[in-house]
Nanobody
Framework: QVQLVESGGGLVQAGGSLRLSCAAS????????MGWFRQAPGKEREFVAA????????YYANSVKGRFTISRDNAKNTVYLQMNSLKPEDTAVYYC???????????????????WGQGTQVTVSS
């Protein structure tokens, strides 16, 4: 059983940056592909970014490509989301998630992830 705890959310002005962290425990972290998702008020949860086991391969939603960077430190059991050039539309609760295996056709689907954190609020003011 994997436990995930996000941190690093907060209030930032448009154009600013934040780095989210997600600390994992209870499993072999390096064996889990990881993802970040977000849910804005009144909207469904959506895919943001995913990273494979070693961190070499990363994938992004078009809406964040070029602004956000996902990375992982397997020695620290932590996955990160560096968010730059933030926009008001990035305002959401951000969740990290872990899945058991990697498939190239479903890493963006939230129901493929078995473990979830509690979420951290990111608010971007205009």
């Amino acid at each position: 059983q994997v436990q995930l705890v996000e941190s690093g959310g907060g209030l930032v002005q448009a154009g600013g940056s934040l780095r989210l962290s997600c600390a994992a425990s209870g499993g072999t972290f390096s064996s889990y592909p990881m993802g970040w998702f977000r849910q804005a008020p009144g909207k469904e949860r959506e895919f943001v970014a995913a990273i494979k086991y070693s961190g070499v391969f990363t994938y992004y939603a078009n809406s964040v490509k070029g602004r956000f960077t996902i990375s992982r430190d397997n020695a620290k059991n932590t996955v990160y989301l560096q968010m730059n050039s933030l926009k008001p539309e990035d305002t959401a609760v951000y969740y990290c998630a872990a899945k058991s295996t990697w498939r190239s056709d479903n890493f963006h689907l939230q129901n493929e992830y078995s473990y979830w954190g509690q979420g951290t609020q990111v608010t971007v003011s205009s």
